[in-house]
């Protein structure tokens, strides 16, 4: 089955008694267990509205076996203590989501996991890797300068080196981008973005082979961030429609990028879609199309992003990505807040710098919002 298909039909769970299309919510926190196989309880991950959306995830990854979370931290921080220990190392992709980066900057150190990060460059992922090293974690596309990771090549780097590799998935979403078919042991998502993809949900995921989910699974029922039975639901409905939503979006995101690129007041903008981007080819190759963000630092002679940002009209300010509707944000006073002005220097990320996380509306309207607030 192709995508569209497997996120209609995949992983449902038909009740015997009423054929109804959908999943049931079972609200039960309490099961009984005399007889039963499994001892169900939400913490453990096993109750059947985690598992039905957990197998469409799957299906949709090319995964044997998933968790769903209460948020893409839980998944991640599950994940990453799963694997390190005290005295283990790490090599992070630098350019990882803000959460991810402060976790690893405010919490490793004081459990004795030590980390280094770099640039997504594999060469500079190969010099990192340590005698102590465990985990290589990546992120592609990466946020919120769009950059691409050769996924393939740090598969192999890590299975040469016997090192567990985890890639963020959430940009490209299951849709365009599948890691486990490049050699990737753990994809992790926030699905709160793309998979939610109505700016109304906070979700998480994490998907991998059996060996490599159940012992995720273990510590993560300790850690405690499962889901409740209603917002699964909800999940299960929104991944119906997320091909569509995500092939919309990434068509939208193309024009949009192509726009800002031809305008005399845009000075940058970074949408692995466009030819001049520095990795298109390597995007071309492991995306099945470009996605749907895309970030842009306005020309000085534009009055800058705030003043643009107050300009706008449809588009919203706002956090968060991957909803239906098309917000903007300012990574510098938002995502990236909590880094240091050197370290957001080194990540290349000016105050300037603006990200468009493009919706499904009618793209000539958001055309014309941007058109209006640039002519201003
Ligand atoms: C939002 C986000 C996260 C964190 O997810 P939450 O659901 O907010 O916990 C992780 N990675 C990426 C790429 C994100 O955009």
Do not use: W
């Amino acid at each position: 089955m192709k995508k569209n298909t497997r996120c209609v039909h995949s992983g449902s769970y038909i009740d015997p008694v009423t054929r109804g299309l959908n999943t049931p919510v079972y609200t039960s926190s309490s099961f009984e267990y005399v007889d039963m196989p499994d001892n169900m309880y939400p913490r453990y991950f096993n109750t059947p509205n985690q598992k039905a959306v957990a197998a469409k995830l799957c299906a949709l990854e090319g995964a044997d076996a998933g968790l769903i979370f209460s948020s893409g931290m839980a998944a991640i921080s599950a994940v990453l203590l799963t694997y390190l220990h005290k005295g283990d190392h790490v090599v992070l992709q630098r350019d990882i989501y803000g959460g991810t980066h402060y976790l690893a900057t405010a919490d490793f150190n004081r459990f004795g996991i030590e980390y280094t990060m770099v640039s997504n460059r594999i060469d500079a992922i190969a010099a990192a890797i340590r005698p102590k090293t465990r985990l290589v974690y990546i992120e592609s596309p990466s946020n919120p300068l769009l950059m691409i990771t050769d996924i393939a090549a740090v598969a192999e780097l890590t299975r040469t080196h016997n090192l567990v590799s985890v890639i963020d998935n959430t940009f490209a979403t299951p849709i365009l981008q599948n890691p486990l078919a490049l050699g990737i042991d753990i994809v992790v998502h926030s699905g709160t973005k793309y998979i939610g993809g109505h700016s109304d949900i906070c979700c998480g995921a994490a998907l991998g082979s059996k060996e490599q989910i159940a012992k995720v699974a273990k510590v993560a029922a300790n850690l405690g961030g499962s889901l409740n039975a209603q917002t699964c639901a909800l999940i299960e409905r929104s991944l119906k429609t997320m091909g569509l939503r995500v092939q919309r979006q990434s068509e939208n995101a193309a024009r949009l990028a192509a726009f800002l690129a031809q305008h005399q007041r845009i000075a940058i903008v970074n949408y692995p879609g466009l030819t001049t981007h520095p990795d298109h080819q390597l995007a071309a190759r492991q995306m099945s199309s470009f996605g749907a963000m895309l970030s842009f630092e306005p020309a000085p002679e534009s009055g800058g992003a705030q003043a643009l940002l107050e300009r706008l009209d449809l588009i919203t300010p706002a956090l968060s990505l991957g909803g239906v509707e098309t917000i903007i944000c300012a990574p510098a006073a938002t995502s990236h807040a909590k880094l240091s002005d050197a370290e957001r220097r080194e990540l290349g990320i000016s105050p300037d710098l603006l990200r468009l996380s493009v919706g499904i509306e009618d793209v000539e309207d958001l055309v014309d919002d941007l058109q209006q607030a640039l002519a201003a």
